[in-house]
């Protein structure tokens, strides 16, 4: 399974950006797939930001970024969103997105062990 993440960049506070996470793999079952976002700022431990299972749509979001920040999918482009609106300084990190492969308990999707995969992140600077 690869996932590839794009989208970061340099913005002001209360600017917006589209982070993608585009997932492939030959032996992906989608059915089960569920993809998270994280995040990692300097001197920090990671931190969960979001969640969404493939096969029904249902999102989960972390505390600091609920009303701002929304996941989404594209089945047709194999490809997870993460729409950030009314950013702010602390939300620069990096961001990783990651692939939990198996069924597994939904309320847990927000610990980093449920993950299987990690893709190579993408830097997000909000300057204020």
């Known amino acids: 399974v690869q996932l590839q993440a794009s989208g970061g960049g340099l913005v002001q506070a209360g600017g917006s950006l589209r982070l993608s996470c585009v997932v492939a793999?030959?032996?992906?079952?989608?059915?089960?797939?569920?993809i998270g976002w994280f995040r990692q700022a300097p001197g920090k431990e990671r931190e969960f930001v979001a969640a969404?299972?493939?096969?029904?749509?249902?999102?989960y979001y972390g505390d600091s970024v609920k009303g701002r920040f929304t996941i989404s999918r594209d089945n047709a482009k194999n490809t997870v969103y993460l729409q950030m609106n009314n950013l702010k300084s602390e939300d620069t990190a990096v961001y990783f997105c990651?692939?939990?492969?198996?069924?597994?308990?939904?309320?847990?999707?927000?610990?980093?062990?449920?993950?299987?995969?990690w893709g190579q992140g993408t830097l997000v600077t909000v300057s204020s």
């Open positions: 793999g030959s032996t992906l079952t989608f059915s089960m797939l569920a």
């Open positions: 990651a692939a939990r492969i198996s069924d597994g308990t939904w309320s847990e999707i927000y610990r980093n062990y449920e993950y299987d995969y």
């Open positions: 969404i299972s493939w096969s029904s749509g249902s999102t």
